[in-house]
Structure formats: C-alpha cells, structure tokens
C-alpha cells in the first residue's frame, strides 16, 4: 500500500493541483486497504487524512495506516476545516462523482480552484502490483473451475439460461468468490448471437451453440472469461467459425507483449478474422483492463499508446451471425516484458456436451 501512496504523491507533485479528493470506493480501497460505502481520502504534499464515520472507525483503524484517521458524517467539511492555514489553492477530486457532490465541492470549497482529475488514480490502477497479481489469478482460478463444473451441469433440451447462470454464481461463491463481477451473458442458438445476450428463462436446446461469459469478485478484484460450447453436435460451418475466433484469440496471445500499441492489441486478433472474412461480424473491441473494476483503462482503439508489463488484459474475439448464432471465447492476460501469462486456463478445445 505505501508504494502506491508514493506513486500517487510522486504524481500529484507533477500536476497542477495542490491536494485530492478521493470517494471513489475503489479508488480509496486502492490507496488505503478499507473497504466500506463511507470512506474519504484526502492526499495533499503536507497531508494524508481518510475520514469515514462511526460505523466504520473501529474497521478503518485497523487497516488503514500512514492516515490521520477522522471520525465524522461531513468529510467535504471536515477536509476543509483541517487544511484552512495550508495555503493550498487548487484542489482536485475524482471525476467521476454525482452531480450533487460536485455541487457539495463547489460550496464547501468554494475559496479553492476545483479540478475534476480524469483517470488519475485509473492510470496507477492499470499496472498491477504482485498482490494485486495474485488476487486477480485466484479469481480467475475460481472462474476456471466453475466452468469445468457447469459442463456436468447443463442437461440439453431440460437446463435453462437461468439455471445455468444461478449454477456458475453460486458455485463460484463455494469455491471462495465474494459474488458475480457482473451480470452474466448466458446466450444459446439464436440469442448467442447477440454480445450481451444476459441469460434468459429459454431452455438450452439440442444443435444450439451456448456462450458462458462471466466471472467472479474475489477479495474485490474481478476475473472474466468467455467460452462457447455446442450442445449434441457441431456443424461444419460451426466448427469453422469457432476456430477462426480461436486461431484470433491465440494469436493475440502469441504476440502480446510490453510495447505493443493500443491499436495493434486490437489489430492482431481482428486481422485473423477479417483475413477470414467474417470482420463485419467483429462488432466490438478486443478487450479491455480488469481490476477492481470488470472494464477499466486501458481501452483498445486507434491509439498509439503502448501496453506496459503489469496490466491484465481481456482477449475477446467474437463472430456474430445474426439469426444463426454466435462465437466468442475470452481469456485474461497478464502483460509482461517479453510476452504475457494466460491466466484464464479452462479448455478451449471446442466442446460438444
């Protein structure tokens, strides 16, 4: 936690502001190790403070260190208070807050320049350090084995959308997950062909293709990995599609790497299947950054800013046909210098239950 704190004062002396206001849950869990829906951190040059109220002051003071710890009900109030005589003069705060809070920051600060501080802390967030390394493996161990077992679980022509969607959150939860890391996509025949399909009352018929994207919370950070399965047999044309999106997802794997542009993580994966001949039914990115967050920076696009060692990563290729069905397989990398480590290991063989 204090090598973070460093990071954080070590940019906060290279921007234009004088302190930050912290209230984004993750954002304070980050810097602080507290979890609670009342916790607020203020990080000036001559000051750390966290402030949260009486229900939380027995929990903060156990984990929070390198903080002067405050018990109050109006931390915007009590900042002020404590840095009247700093002779601070601009003051910036997480961006994405409430209208009303900004509006709370604008009158108790008033006699100080506001800055609304755009992915500060998300930018020290992207590189990951070896505990935040080994949470996110954990969930995405968790992940792995929930998949294994819902093979078993899934009975053609009788299990539902939703049943299958229950099983994977609650099994995940037996293995140790603190919940689901977003509302599942459970999609089979015809609804696989929609990206965010969530799981619906259908029942998984016989011929039908079945996507599984989902994922798990454990101690707060996120795992999240599709597979598409084929239930009683696999056309030509199935089979076909499901080993362009692999041939897509393994290259990507093979290439990744620190230094690699934003724009070229998404071009590996996408050349496979537009070469294919299917790039029209690419309809979305290649993936994105998990963390405490399931979609966090860096996004994938037309930029020229690189990858860097340390930032895990989606790998999602996907092929849509529109009233047919549809194709997707997703792992999580970890960025290293020389290559990146799966982490998402369940089969990707196709599977035909």
């Known amino acids: 936690m204090q090598n973070r704190l460093k990071k954080f004062e070590a940019k906060l002396s290279e921007s234009q502001v004088d302190g930050v206001v912290v209230s984004g849950q993750n954002n304070v869990y980050y810097l602080t190790?507290?979890?609670?829906t009342e916790g607020t951190v203020f990080i000036s040059k001559s000051r750390r403070l966290f402030l949260t109220d009486s229900r939380y002051s027995l929990i903060a003071k156990g984990v929070v260190t390198g903080f002067d710890i405050i018990e109050t009900r109006s931390p915007l109030e009590e900042i002020a208070k404590v840095i009247k005589a700093d002779g601070l003069k601009s003051i910036g705060f997480d961006q994405q807050v409430s209208y009303a809070y900004y509006q709370e920051l604008k009158a108790i600060f008033a006699d100080y320049q506001l800055e609304g501080m755009a992915n500060f802390i998300e930018g020290l967030r992207m590189i990951k350090d070896a505990s935040e390394i080994a949470t996110i493996r954990r969930a995405c161990q968790i992940s792995d084995q929930a998949f294994m077992d819902v093979l078993d679980f899934i009975k053609p022509n009788q299990?539902?959308?939703m049943e299958v969607n229950h099983f994977l959150d609650h099994r995940m939860r037996q293995l140790g997950a603190e919940g689901a890391s977003f509302e599942f996509i459970i999609a089979s025949g015809q609804r696989s062909a929609m990206?965010?399909?969530?799981?619906s009352d259908k029942v998984i018929q016989s011929g039908e293709t079945l996507t599984l994207d989902?994922?798990?919370y454990y101690q707060h950070y996120v795992s999240d990995m599709t597979?598409?399965?084929?239930?009683?047999?696999?056309t030509d044309e199935e089979r076909e599609i499901y080993e362009?999106?692999?041939?897509?997802n393994q290259a990507l794997i093979h290439q990744a790497k620190?230094?690699?542009s934003y724009r070229d993580y998404d071009r590996i994966a996408r050349d496979v299947i537009n070469d294919a001949g299917y790039g029209a039914h690419f309809t979305h990115g290649i993936g994105h950054g998990i963390g405490l967050d399931?979609?966090?920076?860096?996004?994938f696009g037309h930029s020229d800013e690189t990858i860097k060692a340390g930032m895990v990563l989606t790998d999602e290729p996907g092929i849509y046909l529109d009233g047919k069905y549809g194709v997707r397989i997703e792992d999580d990398l970890l960025i290293t210098e020389t290559g990146c480590e799966v982490l998402t290991l369940a089969p990707k063989e196709l599977i035909v239950l």
Request: with cysteine; hydrophobic share 35%.
């Open 244 to 248: 362009i999106c692999l041939r897509a």
């Open 33 to 36: 190790g507290f979890w609670g």
């Open 258 to 260: 620190e230094g690699v």
């Open 195 to 199: 990206p965010h399909g969530v799981a």
């Open 159 to 161: 299990t539902t959308e």
């Open 227 to 234: 597979r598409t399965i084929h239930i009683g047999h696999v």
């Open 214 to 216: 989902f994922g798990c």
């Open 294 to 299: 399931i979609h966090e920076y860096p996004y």
